[in-house]
């Protein structure tokens, strides 16, 4: 899968939720490898900040990320539909401290998306592909999210307040296909008996009922309701029964928990990948949502690229048969047993490591070892098959080693093993030459890396 950015840009207007000042956000096309970024237009030098959870300063009604002591706060539902539509590199201009709230939900920004559509790039889409059980928790809070390995990306979710208006409620999400329409409308809300404490901390001066759902579910006199109204500078409500006391109704019946859910992925973009996993998340808010995505982002930053993930049961893109078909070499030296994927810049092999490899025989014949020249050979054939995948009638070609650097040998290779490698594109293919970067992997953990220059020559 390549990147996506967006076609064209838009712009959304609208008040901030804490300051109540009109905003106007941007959202413009980007380069590959850009991530989400946001401009602060308004400011002396126009400074911009990555939107990535190591940024994370503050979770208070919102997900706030700063940088240099520049910061933007409620970036999550905008984030959160630009994530749910695939969306990789977008520049945000913004002309104040946060993004506008809208309606409380992240409906204008997926429509804007929508409307201007996405544009492919070049460079390949990476994953954060969960592998085990990864758990965090709040025991303050009694918030918990779990995350397990799944072939795509989904969300539960289970919320629980001590009201006797919101108390136990779920939503799901099985496909990211489905967000637009199930969880990009869902409004952000609030309780009446916390709203004079939030103004009082001078949050949600921009809050009204048509930017969030609004909870009566404590008995408070109208005259207090009142001076909570003018504190807001909204038109007096009399309420005389528990509920929610909005005109629009609720979008569905569990609303509030599809908003939180809406929350979770917006967080979640925060890593700077898109996650393969299933989130499971019981009376999740921004505090757990940024913890799980700090976690997951160190994962990210200490690993260039993961382990591409092997699947045995699946049939392969080339097998040995065919690989003899394009590479001359032969038993002992084909090093290369089967590709399993394939891009224009990258190519993942597998080689099944045996006790029968006639080199373990001098190699050392009391602890049998892979020589690592061995494994880089293994990845220069991996890679002579990328690079003959560029050309028309591959079968007349064949590719030659011109260099080697920075080699690495991390952890030993023995029988029993199996190796998966994973060649990519340094350089673009010039001349029949092409600057690669190998990498071996045994199950999660990298064995070997170098880099390496290829020559592809036409057969005589």
Do not use: W
Not at 68 to 74: A, C, E, F, I, P
Not at 175 to 181: C, M, T
Not at 265 to 278: E, N, S
């Amino acid at each position: 899968m390549k990147q996506l950015t967006l076609k064209d840009s838009f712009t959304v207007k609208g008040k901030g939720l804490h300051t109540g000042l009109e905003i106007e956000a941007k959202f413009m096309p980007a380069p590959e490898n850009h991530g989400y970024v946001i401009q602060r237009v308004d400011l002396d030098g126009m400074p911009v900040i990555d939107a990535v959870a190591e940024n994370v300063v503050a979770t208070t009604r919102g997900t706030v990320i700063a940088k240099d002591g520049v910061s933007v706060s409620t970036v999550e539902h905008a984030l959160a539909a630009f994530y749910a539509a695939g969306v990789d590199n977008v520049l945000i201009q913004l002309n104040g401290g946060e993004l506008p709230i809208l309606d409380g939900s992240a409906a204008e920004y997926a429509a804007g998306i929508e409307r201007v559509g996405l544009e492919e790039q070049h460079a390949e889409k990476e994953f954060l592909i969960i592998r085990h059980k990864i758990e965090v928790e709040d025991e303050a809070t009694g918030a918990k999210i779990v995350v397990l390995p799944d072939d795509n990306f989904n969300v539960d979710v289970k919320i629980n307040y001590n009201s006797p208006v919101l108390s136990n409620q779920y939503a799901t999400m099985e496909n990211i296909a489905e967000f637009n329409k199930e969880i990009a409308p869902s409004r952000t809300f609030v309780f009446v008996r916390e709203i004079e404490g939030l103004l009082h901390s001078n949050l949600i001066k921009g809050g009204d009922l048509d930017n969030a759902i609004v909870i009566y579910d404590s008995p408070i006199g109208q005259e207090q309701l009142d001076h909570i109204a003018d504190m807001m500078g909204a038109p007096h409500k009399h309420v005389t029964e528990f509920g929610f006391i909005n005109e629009k109704p609720l979008t569905s019946e569990n609303e509030p928990a599809r908003h939180k859910l809406l929350d979770i992925i917006g967080d979640i973009a925060l890593i700077g990948r898109p996650l393969k996993g299933r989130v499971l998340a019981t009376r999740p808010g921004h505090t757990i949502n940024t913890k799980l995505a700090k976690l997951l982002r160190r994962d990210v930053k200490r690993m260039d690229v993961i382990a591409p993930v092997y699947n045995p049961n699946l049939p392969p893109i080339m097998d040995n048969i065919r690989i003899r078909e394009l590479l001359p070499h032969r038993f002992p030296f084909l090093l290369v047993d089967k590709i399993i994927d394939m891009g224009d810049n990258y190519i993942v092999g597998v080689k099944n490591v045996t006790n029968d490899e006639p080199f373990f025989q001098g190699h050392f014949p009391q602890e049998p070892v892979m020589p690592g020249v061995l494994q880089v050979e293994a990845m220069a054939q991996t890679g002579g098959m990328l690079v003959l995948g560029s050309v028309d009638e591959p079968e007349r070609y064949s590719t030659y080693f011109m260099k080697i650097d920075n080699v690495k040998f991390r952890q030993k290779v023995v029988p029993g093993d199996t190796l998966i490698f994973h060649v990519s594109f340094l350089t673009e293919l010039r001349r029949g030459c092409a600057m690669m970067k190998g990498r071996a992997f045994v199950g999660e953990k990298l064995v070997c890396e170098c880099e390496f220059m290829a020559q592809i020559i036409k057969n005589k």
